[in-house]
Nanobody, 122 residues
Framework: QVQLVESGGGLVQAGGSLRLSCAASGRTFSNYAMGWFRQAPGKEREFLSAISRRGSSTYYADSVKGRFTISRDNAKNTVYLQMNSLKPEDTAVYFC???????????????WGQGTQVTVSS
């Protein structure tokens, strides 16, 4: 089992920044690819970004490319999502996820955190 706990969400004005963190425990963190997703009310869970086990490969959805940056610190068992130039449409619950295989779809991830709310005001 892998336990994931997100933090860093909150209320921010449009154009502002937030950094989300996701702390992992339970298994060897470096054995897992990590992903970030979000889900707004009434919408499907949306892929945002993913990073390979050692951080050498990263992927981004077009909607966040150039604004969001994923990174990981395997020594701290933590993955981050730096979010800049936030827009009201970025408002959602943000989730981190872990799986042994790197992917870009929610069904490709076995372990999930509980989510953290991000609200961007206009």
């Amino acid at each position: 089992q892998v336990q994931l706990v997100e933090s860093g969400g909150g209320l921010v004005q449009a154009g502002g920044s937030l950094r989300l963190s996701c702390a992992a425990s339970g298994r060897t963190f470096s054995n897992y690819a990590m992903g970030w997703f979000r889900q707004a009310p009434g919408k499907e869970r949306e892929f945002l970004s993913a990073i390979s086990r050692r951080g050498s490969s990263t992927y981004y959805a077009d909607s966040v490319k150039g604004r969001f940056t994923i990174s990981r610190d395997n020594a701290k068992n933590t993955v981050y999502l730096q979010m800049n130039s936030l827009k009201p449409e970025d408002t959602a619950v943000y989730f981190c996820a872990a799986d042994r295989t790197l992917g870009t779809t929610p069904t490709g991830y076995q372990y999930w955190g509980q989510g953290t709310q991000v609200t961007v005001s206009s």
